[in-house]
């Protein structure tokens, strides 16, 4: 199979882009989309020009490095997978694949496909952790954690931190990924002594980031590579309630 | 001759850790604040030590190449962390946990360090809850175990599919909380490029923003290494494709010992090779094989065959068939040489012929779908996605492939290099795992080394040094090892030839897993040794990196690391060809048993070999030294 790829190419966040056409050598349909951006880049170099350039890592949809929005949804056209494991089987012979980066105010565009996603790291910083030093933990099993507990913390925490929930809300809204740090701490005995103050903290710095509100149109649980559920962000709006009204 | 003293401790074996401890000096806490520590790498070991260092009042900067500390290659582990709780109540023990390790690395890696290993694996399973990992746990409220390969005991840790991902979590959490203290400063985008060692000892780093391109010297009391494996030197790998060997292997160029490079890991279960255009391999955890049984048909004219066409009769379990007592849950480089030899003898599995089944019938019928969906959904649904196959109905399709680098730079009890004021940690150094390691180790060592044995070594080095006796980096040592950065990428950049980056990496990857994969001989290796300077000499002349030095460049940053490759490669293939033994990941087709089984030879070869750099013209000298086992008798290692 061949497509036709429209890809954004921009230099910088200080020079304008635009959208660059490139007709794909034969493809193997078991290839990954990002292997087949390998194979494009592969010829540009060889015809002197400069590869595009796109974030990417484990290429097996873990670490949340790839981002791109392909035809028009962050991820690609499969539900619940980052675009490292979209495969060229979701195509079709002869498409025309439009391929941008994450747009949003908060995620600054690097260079072509590459956006900064170091707003997440200053959210995580204030307070998306337990205090808990090295060394001064109690055994294991000196609480209990019941298991349903434990398994819905697990979903939240699954979260690989791409900022697909972002690129896609109108909002620019980063409500689901705060939501689910805070949920799964919320959600564990461990995580009670700090839940209002860490709440607070997380929300306020979203805020000064410049992530918009949350009018809760479900579009970022819809992309989001691993499905996250958009009830963690009616629990961390209770959380929230609870912390005003607490005056964390 | 470089000075390889391990510095193990005296004293009975159960007692040589919290005796160092107590002897090791301190530093006083209004001091520590003075002293500066350089971090590279925020995997487990990376950020697990940054962040305790950071709590025990030290100034730490942490470097990471990517976007965030969050993405290392840590995350991508699935299956779980050992530790020696015996919440089971199967038998398990620090004892137990200490001697499955050794016996596992085919005894070749040093007792005290794997005790203290087994001794510290409780207190991570304490932290990692404590921080809010989200552990799997029974109804009762209690964690729950698994069993991994090389152990008769179930004491993995998990959580789900995931358990790296939930770990690494866990530790970046903890350094968000240091970073919120301000005890600890992020680098992101920041690829460390060069160690500046000063009178001997390391006292800084050369980095590149690669966002900017600019280039920056950092110094520091002392660096601290937590880099990775180098797996990637053979290109198709289940490593991230970031994963590189740059800052092992500059530390290497500037004095610090490189133990055991071919002692390399090839895992038993990952996704069989589709086509040319491939870019990584994709694992699927060792815990499948709890539930999973592997088998390809006895008759090579049944391997085109539907398999649900082949009766029991006509299949053969080779791994039940030959490791009775252990099964399919053998270790990790016997059971790779085996599905090679299977395919070897014409009965693989797949179009390419290289491929074995990983059935789960039996466990479906034994404990039905939906429990096998709760243990292994995530790893199922990722087969799906990469292969299109609906693993419930027919069986997974699995082969080798390169997976973790047992091998790296040589370390004192200490984690302290050769070159004082070097510490290496995690798959970066050399130190716990000997010639194999088993599964679900690798999570355990790096959180043992980041969260417990640095944190109290590094003390014993810095009271040694004086605070403000730290160089500042206009000394001579930053200025000319800048210089050799810039050298080479003004090089790479002017280049222009006719070749990729990724076509070099390629055709060395090839040529290595040919010559020096699942099996390696004589001449293979010499033939190997021959061409990979050839490639390296077209590599210099011939390779083409469009692009500048001033901007994001992924092009410029591969091919820095490919050239690292070249190198590492060579020093590779010399150290297998050197050690004429089979043992464990290293295996020499010349010394096997009549049944194909790994023959040691502890009599030459019960030793850590330790290259060291001679400079370019010059080859390395390899430096010996000698393990002593006075805890556990050596045998043939057997799983029948």
Known sequence: MKVKLKVWRQRNADTPGR?????????????????????????????????????????????????????????????????????????????????????????????????????????????????????????????????????????????????????????????????????????????????????????????????????????????????????????????????????? | ????????????????????????????????????????????????????????????????????????????????????????????????????????????????????????????????????????????????????????????????????????????????KELAAGSVESFSHTEMLDLVVVDGHAKGVIVRNLLTGEIVRHAADAVVLATGGYGNVFNLSTYARQSNATAIWRAYKRGACFANPCYTQIHPTCIPVSGDYQSKLTLMSESLRNDGRIWVPKDPADRRKDPHAIPESARDYYLERKYPSFGNLAPRDISSRAAKQVCDEGRGVGESGLGVYLDFADAIQ?????????????????????????????????????????????????????????????????????????????????????????????????????????????????????????QQIRRLLACRGRRTVQSFHKELGRLLWDHCGMARNEAGLKQALERIPALREEYAQNVNVPGSDQDLNQSLERAGRVADYFELAELLCRDALERRESCGGHFREEFQYPDGEARRDDEHFAHVAAWEYQGPDRPPLRNVEPLVYAEVKMATRSYK
Not at chain 1, 83 to 111: H, M, N, W
Not at chain 1, 202 to 218: K, P
Not at chain 2, 388 to 409: C, K, Q, S, W
Request: contains cysteine; aromatic residues 8%; neutral net charge.
């Open chain 2, 366 to 486: 034994r404990l039905g779908v939906e429990k096998v969906r709760e243990r292994y959904g995530n790893l199922f649904d990722i087969y799906h996605e990469i292969t299109n196959e609906d693993a419930y109905r027919v069986p997974m399709r699995i082969f080798p492939a390169m997976h973790y680098t047992m091998g790296g730079l040589w370390v004192d009890y200490n984690l302290m290099s050769n070159l004082p004021g070097l510490f290496v940690l995690g798959e970066a150094n050399f130190s716990d795992h000997g010639a194999n390691r088993l599964g679900a180790s690798a999570l355990m060592q790096g959180l043992a080394d980041g969260y417990f044995v640095l944190p109290g070594t590094i003390s014993t080095y810095l009271a040694t040094v004086k605070p403000d006796q730290r160089p500042p980096t206009t000394h001579p040592a930053f200025a000319e090892a800048e210089e050799q950065v810039r």
């Open chain 1, 19 to 248: 959208f660059v056409v490139y007709d794909t050598p034969e493809l193997n349909p078991n290839m990954s989309f990002l292997e087949m951006l390998d194979v494009v880049n592969e010829q540009l170099t060889l015809q002197g020009e400069e590869p595009i350039a796109f974030d990417h890592d484990c290429r097996e949809g873990i670490c949340g490095t790839c981002s791109l929005v392909i035809n028009g949804k962050p991820h690609g056209p499969q539900r619940g997978v980052a675009t490292c494991q979209t495969y060229l089987r979701s195509f079709r012979d002869g498409d025309e694949i439009l391929v941008e980066p994450f747009r949003a105010r908060p995620f600054p565009l690097v260079k072509d496909l590459v956006v900064g996603r170091q707003a997440f790291d200053r959210i995580m910083t204030a307070g998306g952790f337990i205090s808990v030093r090295t060394g001064s933990a109690p055994d294991a099993h000196a609480i209990p954690v019941p298991k349903e507990a434990a398994e819905r913390a697990m979903d939240a925490a699954a979260c690989i931190g791409c900022g697909a929930c972002v690129a896609v809300c109108k909002n620019a809204s980063a409500m689901l990924f705060v939501s689910a740090k805070v949920s799964q701490f919320g959600l564990l005995p461990q995580g009670q002594p700090e839940r209002y103050r860490r709440v607070a903290a997380m929300v306020e710095q979203m805020d000064r980031e410049g992530f918009g509100a949350c009018t809760v149109t479900g579009s970022c649980e819809a992309v989001c590579p691993k499905r996250i559920s958009l009830d963690f962000i009616a629990r961390m709006n209770r959380d929230y309630g609870v912390a005003l009204l607490r005056g964390a």
């Open chain 2, 1 to 176: 001759m470089a000075k390889l003293e391990s510095h193990i401790p005296a004293g009975p074996l159960a007692q040589k850790w919290s005796r160092h401890l107590f002897e090791s000096k301190l530093v006083n806490p209004a001091n520590k604040r003075k002293y500066e520590v350089i971090v590279v790498g925020a995997g487990l070991a990376g950020a697990s030590a940054s962040a305790t260092l950071g709590e025990l009042g030290y100034r730490v900067k942490t470097f990471v190449y990517h976007d965030s500390p969050r993405r290392a290659h840590s995350i991508a582990a699935q299956g779980g962390i050992n530790a020696a709780k015996n919440y089971q109540n199967d038998g398990d023990s620090v004892h137990r946990l200490f001697y499955d390790t050794i016996k596992g690395g085919d005894f070749r890696a040093r007792e005290a360090n794997v005790y203290r290993l087994a001794e510290v694996s409780a207190q991570i399973i304490d932290q990692c809850v404590a921080q809010g990992v989200p552990f799997a746990r029974e109804y009762g409220g209690l964690l729950d175990n698994r069993s991994f390969g090389g152990a008769q005991v179930s004491r993995t840790f998990y959580a789900r599919g995931q358990t790296g991902q939930q770990l690494l979590l866990g530790a970046y959490a903890a350094l968000c």
